[in-house]
């Protein structure tokens, strides 16, 4: 066994844990399965793969056996995809194969519940208080499902591994139905690097993007200047949604502030100026590939490797949702896009973080917000999620420390259990909100522990873990916070 699939198998293991201590958490009672499904799409919600998905689990039996079966589902708020995930979980000591015939057969169940709710009034054979009830209900006579609805992606969980061909996609009532596998590997490594790298190819979809590049070049990064076609940026947010906002210290403000307002204006009034009111985007990508277009001659990008969209990230989403929701055209619509090449990778996080620093003059943003993917601070949110306290005397449940690296996503993970009482119950106990500590507490903590003062100003320490030890750094946190709580996770 080598060192990838040890470290692997470690992961599978520490997994199955947790799944037991979820279940073992939950009043109402759950399956192993439907937990390793939340936790699965917890990180792909994470990762912007999906979004606002609901466990909704159903499963049809006849004589025949399964007739359909799904473990989760998710709904675009514009209606136009529907996302039917289906679990495929093992519970094995150790990772054993997927044989594509379950995968093919799991496909087949998920696709049977799309066809008989479309189809048949399967809506009228299920109770009110069935977790499928609102789904299938939508299905059958949601207007905006038969308008708008122009994708179904069916995604097999497993705990697996999966290595076979993917099931032939197929139409169900004139939509087009896509499969994917998300096995145990790519759930590790959504896990271990929070997002798998996004590539794009421009120039295959159909997008000619002209560009020059700065005369400055040096060995730590490259910058091209470009105007980016506003369908394009469009296309690839639809697709990616949060994915090419990773390196952006906040997520979409939504319509609320004057700056987004003011997007919103020019796109509906004056597009054709766009490219001069709007400040653009700033961009870091780990390569690029350059072409010539044949009809102007010019230097285009073709592709992108790594694209992240470090600042703009309210320009982009504004202009996807006025397209999207008002129905606005943004074909006159260029995009100022400045494009850092980061050749020193090392200093990816510290370059990224100071881009975003120096070149965001749209909403505020907090001096702790951008410290917000520095590797400490990654590798602590790891850590909290990962490792739980020990048990108190009289109880019987683990917790953890939920360390919120960035801006809401403690109040984003409770949102993302739905409105189950039962699931914000469990959450609630799993990760208590007097748990809960932010950046601004990691660094009065590092402070009160290292007596640091500098006249009236504290200094922060954040690589206090790499000069103390972990042993140091666990006293620390205790010594600095056990006066308001009972343990600590290290």
């Known amino acids: 066994m080598n060192h990838t699939t040890d470290e692997l198998q470690k992961f599978y293991s520490e997994l199955l844990q947790e799944i037991v201590t979820e279940q073992m958490a939950s009043d109402e009672g759950t399956t192993r399965e439907q937990v390793f499904t939340r936790l699965a799409l917890d990180l792909l919600a994470d990762a912007g793969e999906t979004e606002n998905f609901r466990l909704t689990y159903d499963e049809k039996l006849s004589k025949r056996g399964i007739e359909h079966k799904i473990n989760a589902h998710a709904i675009a708020d514009n209606y136009e995809t529907l996302d039917l995930f289906i679990t495929i979980f093992q519970g094995d000591n150790m990772i054993r194969q997927v044989p594509k015939n379950e995968v093919d057969t799991a496909a087949s169940r998920a696709t049977k519940f799309f066809r008989t709710a479309v189809y048949k009034d399967y809506k009228s054979e299920i109770e009110l208080s069935s977790e499928i009830f609102d789904l299938a209900h939508t299905l059958a006579e949601a207007p905006e499902i038969r308008e708008n609805l122009v994708r179904v992606n069916v995604c097999i969980l497993t705990d697996g591994l999966y290595n076979a061909d993917l099931p032939a996609q197929q139409a169900i009532s004139g939509t087009p139905v896509y499969f994917r ?44 200047l470009a105007a980016i076609p506003a ?45 001069a009111y709007n400040n653009g985007i700033a961009a870091t990508a780990e390569e690029i590939i350059l072409s010539t277009d044949p009809a102007s001659g010019q230097q285009i990008i073709a592709s992108v490797k790594d694209l992240q969209i470090v600042n703009g990230g309210q320009t982009t989403a504004s202009i996807y949702h006025t397209w999207k929701k008002d129905k606005y055209d943004i074909s006159k619509i260029a995009v100022q896009l400045k494009l850092s090449v980061v050749r020193a990778r090392e200093r990816f996080s510290l370059i990224v973080s100071k881009i975003s620093e120096y070149a965001n003059t749209q909403n505020k943003v907090s001096v702790a917000d951008l410290s917000s993917n520095h590797p400490f601070h990654i590798e602590l949110e790891k850590f909290s999620r990962a490792i739980r306290t020990p048990v108190l005397p009289g109880q019987t449940l683990q917790t953890r420390w939920f360390f919120e690296r960035a801006r809401g996503q403690y109040k984003n993970a409770r949102q993302r259990e739905g409105f189950s009482k039962q699931r914000l119950t469990v959450f609630d106990k799993t990760n208590p909100k007097s748990q809960l500590f932010t950046k601004e507490d990691l660094a009065k903590f590092c402070n009160a522990w290292q007596e640091c003062y500098d006249g009236k100003k504290l200094v922060v320490a954040p690589h206090f873990v790499v000069r103390g030890g972990q042993k140091n750094y666990a006293q620390f946190m205790q010594y600095g916070i056990e006066k308001k709580i009972d343990n600590i996770f290290f």
């Open 231 to 275: 369908p394009a940026l469009a296309d690839r947010y639809e697709k990616y949604g949060s994915r090419l906002l990773e390196q952006n210290v906040r997520s979409f403000l939504q319509f609320t502030g004057k700056i987004n307002k003011g997007i919103r204006t020019t796109i509906k009034e004056e597009p054709e100026m766009f490219l």
């Open 181 to 224: 596998v998300v096995d145990i590997t790519y759930i590790f490594n959504l896990s271990e690097k929070s997002r798998i790298p996004i590539e794009i190819d421009f120039q295959r979809m159909g997008f000619s993007i002209p560009c020059i590049r700065a005369s400055v070049e040096n060995e730590t990064y490259q910058v091209f």
